[in-house]
């Protein structure tokens, strides 16, 4: 079946970077666009950043453009978000989500707090 | 603040129907397709809705859309307290040139 499982989350200072991944199984990644997905504590969804299927096009929303950047390997099933100078606006659960804007799949998420 | 507007909750009495509404402009649901979803507290969203108005394979009929110019309406017939839960609407926005979602809408099964 169809899973993305997401991983690299976790506590970081103000100013600190992360890099996210997801590993994807179950479906054909290299044909499939995907997109980062957060949702801060208590709060709603916010589309981040998408990348099409072969890497040519990537976007990014206003709130991470410059500091977020958006990669995959379809070697490998695998997508990543880099994340630079965090502030504790990006505390949030990341989903990995597979489509543009119809996203079928989902990832567990994995969880960032930005916290001094 | 989110792009696409949706009620903060709505309510009904299990077996009736509640609507959820989503108010958007040109730029997103105008011009594309309107998926839904839905969110148990602690779970990932699942997907309800595509393409406006198609349920994916396992979803009962039950849920419903529709799109008209702007706006995109969810529907839930036969009410039961399962269905409490958060739900979202989203699309694809042309001049932000990415994903965006409504607030979502809390749903309470009285």
């Known amino acids: 079946q169809v899973q993305l499982v997401d991983s690299g989350g976790g506590l970081v200072r103000p100013g600190g970077s992360l890099r996210l991944s997801c590993v994807a199984s179950?479906?054909?990644?290299?044909?499939?666009?995907m997109t980062w997905i957060r949702q801060s504590p208590g709060k709603g969804l916010e589309s981040i950043s998408f990348?099409?299927?072969?890497?040519?096009?990537?976007s990014y929303a206003d709130s991470v453009k410059g500091r977020f950047t958006i990669s995959r390997d379809n070697t490998k099933n695998s997508l990543y978000l880099q994340i630079n100078r965090l502030t504790a606006e990006d505390t949030a659960l990341y989903y990995c989500?597979?489509?543009?804007?119809?996203?079928?799949?989902w990832g567990q998420g994995t969880l960032v707090t930005v916290s001094s | 603040q989110s792009v696409l507007t949706q009620p903060p909750s709505v309510s009904a009495a299990p077996a009736q129907k509640v609507t959820i509404s989503c108010s958007g402009s040109?730029?997103?649901?105008?011009?594309?397709?309107v998926s839904w979803y839905r969110q148990f507290p602690g779970t990932a969203p699942k997907l309800l809705i595509y393409?406006?108005?198609k349920r994916p394979s396992g979803i009962p009929d039950r849920f419903s859309a529709s799109r008209s110019d702007t706006s995109a309406t969810l529907g839930i017939t036969g009410l039961q307290p399962g269905d409490e839960a958060d739900y979202y609407c989203?699309?694809?926005?042309?001049?932000?040139?990415?994903?965006?979602f409504g607030g979502g809408t809390r749903l309470t099964v009285l």
């Open positions: 989500v597979s489509g543009r804007a119809r996203h079928d799949s």
């Open positions: 393409d406006n108005n």
């Open positions: 989203g699309t694809w926005d042309n001049s932000l040139n990415i994903g965006v």
């Open positions: 179950g479906f054909n990644f290299s044909d499939s666009s």
């Open positions: 990348i099409n299927r072969n890497g040519s096009i990537k």
């Open positions: 040109r730029s997103n649901i105008g011009n594309n397709f």
